[in-house]
């Protein structure tokens, strides 16, 4: 199965410090799309970042960056100056239409706890 | 514009019980998932369905489990006989009915099941 790895199963930091949340995926696929979930302590699954394996740039959204890396198949998020409310579980998604079907397949997750 | 619905939001049922879960997805939306999400683990795709069509239910046990989306009203997730195994969160995403390859999934906030 082509899957989605994140190494880093639980990340804990001092507010105000950048973290870099990493993820590494495996496909066949010359297109495909990537895909960054949070999920907060509250449980439900917010979307943060769609990207599609033509685009290669870095991507800046507020305290929120990506860096996709073809090369080394990686897709890594990095949250600039953490605060509190950023501790969650981040998810890491690959879309796959293996066996003609749409699904996302996830990686296990990165528990992200910031601490004030 | 609301989100993607689900209910209940917890559930609780003892072993043999039957188990019902309801997704209203987005409006415009007509392309239905279920995942689920066990303790400690990431998302793992069960069923994706478009109108009174199941596409691919690859990733749904064979017994007890069953999906579908009628023409009118909500998708319904059906468990069968519950187990203790059967304890997880259920989640719900839909896409846009005019979409292309890769396009996001938005997910409901869950349904927390437990098993007694």
């Known amino acids: 199965a082509q899957k989605v790895t994140q190494a880093q199963t639980e990340i804990s930091v001092v507010e105000k410090e950048d973290v870099t949340l990493d993820c590494v995926y495996e496909?066949?696929?010359?297109?495909?799309?990537l895909f960054w979930y949070k999920q907060p302590p509250s449980g439900e699954l917010v979307f943060l970042i769609r990207r599609n394996s033509f685009d290669e740039q870095n991507e800046i959204s507020g305290r929120y960056s990506w860096n996709f890396q073809k090369s080394t198949s990686s897709f890594n998020f990095t949250i600039t100056a953490s605060q509190v409310v950023d501790s969650a579980v981040y998810f890491c998604a690959r879309y796959s239409t293996q066996g003609g079907s749409e699904k996302l397949v996830f990686g296990k997750g990165t528990k992200l706890t910031v601490n004030p | 514009n609301a989100g993607v619905m689900q209910n209940p939001r917890h559930l609780v049922r003892r072993r043999g019980q039957e188990a019902r879960l309801r997704c209203s997805p987005m409006k415009g939306h007509s392309h239905v998932y279920w995942y689920r999400q066990l303790p400690e683990e990431g998302l793992k795709f069960m069923v994706y369905l478009q109108k009174e069509n199941i596409i691919d239910e690859s990733g749904m046990p064979k017994e007890r489990f069953s999906a579908e989306f009628p023409k009118e009203g909500p998708s319904i997730l059906r468990i069968q006989q519950v187990v203790r195994g059967d304890s997880a969160a259920y989640f719900c995403?839909?896409?846009?009915?005019?979409?292309?390859?890769?396009?996001?999934?938005?997910f409901g906030p869950g349904t927390r099941l437990l098993v007694l």
């Open positions: 496909t066949r696929d010359t297109t495909y799309y």
């Open positions: 995403a839909s896409s846009p009915e005019d979409r292309g390859i890769g396009e996001t999934q938005y």
